[in-house]
């Protein structure tokens, strides 16, 4: 059905005199321009991200790594990925201030320097902020903790030193924090315990020293923690951990002191999958047998400490588990027949002990075990045919 004359004259008058109207479904020119000075900035032509920006271009619709909103047409998300060598050096631009919309923001491995840039703190509705793989360096802005709508904070394997701001426990939307592979020192701030809706908490390779706060037993909705490689200086005993908890990981804390009772807490993580208390941990203790209550267990490493005493039988109620790493201790007595009933026991790894008597063939049983390491023990008689011994 033809247009009528009338109205297809009123169409060209607006679009001749109203030209924004062509322009309402592009992104506004003020964001494309701070990304094209972001582009520039970085100085990386063989990025395919960055070679589809072009100057005249929606950035909406063709620029990859770039996201709109559907409505507006604002810059919601930069999602960049350096492939690649860039070229050290490269400081964050203050250009990205102007996408004051923006929701997301990704920009790993483009090994920039210099400090985390405080205009980001500008950005208040930023609910994702991954820096990752960079060589960012001096303190964490504190500032950070007033982007209450973050979700994800991502800065591990940089430079950063000082401590962890206590702001950042004011960031009540948090799901994970991860600052793994850094230089920060000092204490773990009290206030990461009102995070309540944090699921993943990584604090790994750092010299963080002190104590893990006991607030951290509010963390209700932590599924995973990470916190090997520090100089903590508590015993196991007094850590408070939330149930949900299902991987704990604690080694290499050398000044961390653990005894037979400090088990006690760590058997009320019912739901946990993967637990890691090893190497130069000092756990001169006995392995507690409450331990046998934990039946989500997947992994237990205890390797690489002073362990003394017997293995308890009850590990053997543990039927999930995968890998069991008891090697470099100084554990006695005979390994528990029971252990035939660890039907998913895929390695089992006891080198390096005061082990002896007949080893049990009842491990044979054990039809998904495909590593063990029972050398340097005392074992006596045969070995069953099935098993492949290392």
């Known amino acids: ?21 062509l322009l309402s479904n592009r992104c506004p020119s ?31 619709t063709s620029w990859i790594g770039i996201s709109c909103d559907d409505n507006n047409k604002h810059v ?12 050290p050096g490269t400081t964050i631009p203050t250009c990205l201030a102007n996408l004051s919309n923006l929701h997301s923001l990704y920009l790993s491995g483009y090994s920039f320097t210099g400090t985390i840039p405080t205009f980001l703190c500008l950005l208040t509705r930023l609910t994702f902020l991954h820096l990752s793989d960079n ?16 979700t994800d904070l991502l800065l591990f394997n940089n430079q950063l030193s000082g401590s962890i701001p206590a702001s950042l426990g004011s960031l009540s939307l948090l799901r994970e924090l991860d600052l793994d592979n850094n230089q920060l020192n000092g204490i773990v701030p009290d206030s990461l315990g009102n995070l309540s809706l944090l699921e993943r908490l990584d604090i790994s390779n750092n010299q963080l020293s002190g104590t893990i706060p006991p607030s951290f037993a509010h963390l209700s909705s932590l599924i995973e923690l990470y916190a090997d490689g520090n100089r903590f200086n508590e015993t196991v005993s007094s850590l408070s951990l939330p149930p949900p908890l299902n991987t704990l990981s604690l080694s290499l804390n050398y000044n961390q002191s653990i005894s037979e009772t400090s088990f006690h807490n760590l058997t009320s993580l019912i739901y946990c999958c993967s637990m890691t ?14 331990l ?17 005493g017997v293995i308890p039988v009850s590990l053997s109620n543990c039927s999930s588990l995968i ?28 080198r390096n002990n005061n082990l ?21 023990n005392l074992f006596e008689g045969e070995i069953p045919s099935l098993i492949e011994i290392s």
């Not at 060589?135 to 973050?150: D, E, Q, R």
């Not at 054990?366 to 340097?376: A, F, Y």
Request: proline share 6%; aromatic share 8%; hydrophobic share 40%.
């Open 30 to 60: 003020h964001e494309s321009q701070a990304l094209l000075l972001f582009k520039a900035a970085l100085n990386d032509s063989s990025n395919p991200y960055l070679s589809s920006w072009v100057n005249g271009t929606d950035c909406c």
């Open 323 to 350: 890998v069991l790493n008891l090697g470099n201790n100084s554990l006695e007595g005979s390994l528990p027949h029971d252990f035939s009933k660890l039907s998913r026991l895929y390695s089992l790894l006891v």
């Open 356 to 376: 002896h008597g007949p080893f049990p063939p009842s491990i044979a049983n054990c039809s998904e075990l495909q590593v063990l390491d029972i050398g340097n």
């Open 292 to 308: 046998g209550k934990l039946s989500n267990l997947n992994m237990l490493n205890l390797a690489n400490n002073k362990i003394t």
């Open 277 to 290: 208390i090893c190497y130069d941990n000092l756990f001169s203790g006995n392995i507690h047998p409450n």
């Open 135 to 150: 060589y960012f360096n001096g303190s964490i802005p504190s500032c950070l903790g007033n982007l209450a709508s973050l």
């Open 76 to 87: 919601v998300s930069v999602f960049l990925h350096a492939i690649g060598v860039v070229t």
């Open 1 to 21: 059905m033809a247009i009528p004359l009338r109205k297809l004259t009123g169409i060209v008058f607006l679009l001749f005199f109203c030209p924004s109207l």
